[in-house]
């Protein structure tokens, strides 16, 4: 039955999710025009990163193929936020926009780093471009091989940081963890150079129980429902954050 539930679900919200995003744009359009204002890219961004957490959200809602807790912790915002989050499953998306409303609660929402590799899907395609997520280049990778960078996308990756108002999402494993009960994969330590260029703080997530809804490896599996995201809170240094993760990851 999760087996079921869980290709529902993502068929589902592959299908809803570009033509929700679309209207919610076209939407913004009209009205900005309807009260003489311009609709800013960074508008139109932000109508569609709270379209995909609310649909997300609703879906998971009417398609219970998990069994969601969320262990907050109250952010202040009172300053620019990097979200530093484990990876163990393709699904650690949709389970993040799910709480993203209940979590990133300043301003216009986060904006997250990905491989550019997964725009080869035209629907991650869409939706990563409409709300402005940022991509890097690497080599395509098998879970848990060495990622390889591609050094010419870090100038581009540093411009759009520069010059974007929103919070920032950070993988820092960089790719699916197939083996999160023996830790985290090497971590990449990118977050720390954003953090003195946009003078932000760390707030670290913890994910668990994604990989074993939708394992990196063996696919759709379903030998489990439960799933956790923990908030630690915000400030820290990064090496103590990443600690926390891999003892969450591991327990």
């Given at each position: 039955?999760?087996?079921?539930?869980?290709?529902t679900f993502i068929l589902t919200?592959?299908?809803l999710l570009p033509p929700s995003i679309f209207l919610s744009r076209l939407l913004t359009r009209f009205t900005s025009y309807l009260t003489?204002?311009?609709?800013?890219?960074?508008r139109?961004?932000?109508?569609?990163?709270?379209?995909?957490?609310?649909?997300?959200r609703l879906l998971l809602t009417l398609i219970p193929f998990c069994s969601l807790k969320l262990h907050n912790s109250k952010l202040t915002f009172n300053k620019r936020k990097i979200f530093i989050c484990?990876?163990?499953?393709?699904l650690d998306i949709f389970i993040?926009?799910?709480v993203g409303g209940r979590v990133f609660g300043r301003g216009e929402g986060v904006k997250i780093i990905y491989w550019k590799g997964a725009e080869d899907n035209l629907v991650t395609r869409y939706v990563f471009r409409s709300c402005g997520h940022i991509p890097v280049s690497m080599t395509s990778n098998a879970p848990g091989e060495e990622n390889v960078y591609d050094p010419s996308s870090f100038k581009n990756l540093l411009k759009s940081v520069k010059s974007t108002e929103f919070d920032l999402g950070?993988?820092?494993?960089?790719?699916l963890n197939p083996t999160p009960e023996r830790g985290l994969l090497p971590i990449y330590t990118g977050a720390e150079t954003l953090k003195r260029i946009l003078k932000a703080e760390y707030v670290f997530m913890g994910l668990k129980g994604t990989g074993e809804i939708w394992h990196p490896v063996e696919g759709i599996v379903g030998r489990g429902r439960k799933v956790e995201v923990k908030v630690f809170g915000e400030g820290g240094e990064f090496e103590e954050g990443m600690n926390k993760l891999e003892e969450w990851s591991m327990n």
């Open positions: 039955m999760t087996k079921i539930l869980t290709t919200i592959s299908l003489f204002r311009k609709p800013t890219p960074q139109l961004q932000s109508t569609s990163i709270r379209t995909s957490c609310f649909l997300s484990n990876h163990q499953s393709m993040l926009m799910s950070i993988l820092p494993e960089g790719q």
